[in-house]
């Protein structure tokens, strides 16, 4: 309609190609890349910058609508880990059904609101408190969406506190499969990216701590100032390469 040519390129090139770019020409004089220190606390939390100078080997998660996870060995060399269905998309799709919003950011703003333990069965509520033989501390997800069962405490929930164990779920889950995949492929940066953690703070938050408990220290979550639009810079390179 535009009289445009089209040219079709490989998603999964154009990201890694535009990460390691982006990267590489910083942010305002500033890292590109970042980590959070002390993410479960809200007053001693700091964002602070990494260098991926020397980048290999790095895992990439890439969260959009779904998920696929990359090995990364060089900018020619990786290889598609795994994936999961279960995304960004997931989140929205389930929040308008739950909830009755209507854009992502509405979601969002009502996951911050919200408190996923009235939604959720905790290791604590099913041994009391810690299950310590097997290193589960009381406060760990045991079911998402495990109280829901009950007529009582689905009728005493609020739609943020839905959104906010919707959001849990999709990021523990994220994170978990992250961790395995890093341990299966023995590397201990993992890079996450996608439109998903786009004004997401409480995911990057959630996985950077999640990363380093579960890992006791080995794993370290970092992240990218501009999350969502690898894929479109690396199109544009690879366009200018080719012209």
């Not at 995304?87 to 009502?110: D, I, K, Q, R, V």
């Not at 959720?120 to 501390?137: A, M, N, Q």
């Not at 839905?162 to 523990?172: G, V």
């Amino acid at each position: 309609m535009g009289d445009l040519q089209l040219r079709k390129l490989d998603e999964l090139d154009c990201l890694i190609k535009g990460v390691l770019y982006i990267d590489s020409v910083g942010f305002n004089g500033h890292s590109e890349c970042y980590y959070f220190e002390n993410p479960t606390d809200s007053e001693k939390c700091e964002k602070l910058p990494f260098n991926l100078e020397n980048p290999y080997p790095l895992l990439l998660v890439n969260i959009g609508s779904g998920v696929s996870i990359l090995a990364v060995y060089s900018k020619d060399n990786y290889k598609r880990v795994t994936g999961t269905s279960l995304g960004g998309g997931t989140f929205f799709g389930l929040c308008c059904l739950l909830t009755g919003c209507s854009t992502f950011e509405e979601a969002l703003e009502m996951a911050s609101r919200g408190d996923s333990t009235k939604v959720d069965k905790l290791v604590r509520d099913i041994y009391g408190g810690d299950y310590e033989r097997f290193g589960l501390p009381g406060w760990a997800v045991a079911s998402s969406f495990g109280n829901m069962v009950s007529k009582e405490k689905r009728e005493s929930v609020s739609k943020e506190d839905l959104a906010r164990a919707t959001l849990i779920t999709i990021t523990n889950n994220i994170g978990s499969i992250a961790r395995m995949c890093a341990l299966n492929e023995n590397i201990n940066r993992v890079v996450f990216v996608g439109n998903f953690l786009r004004i997401n703070t409480i995911s990057m938050r959630l996985l950077a701590y999640a990363l380093n408990y579960w890992s006791k220290g080995q794993l370290k979550a970092l992240f990218l100032e501009h999350e969502g639009y690898f894929g479109a810079v690396g199109a544009l390179l690879e366009l200018l390469d080719t012209a």
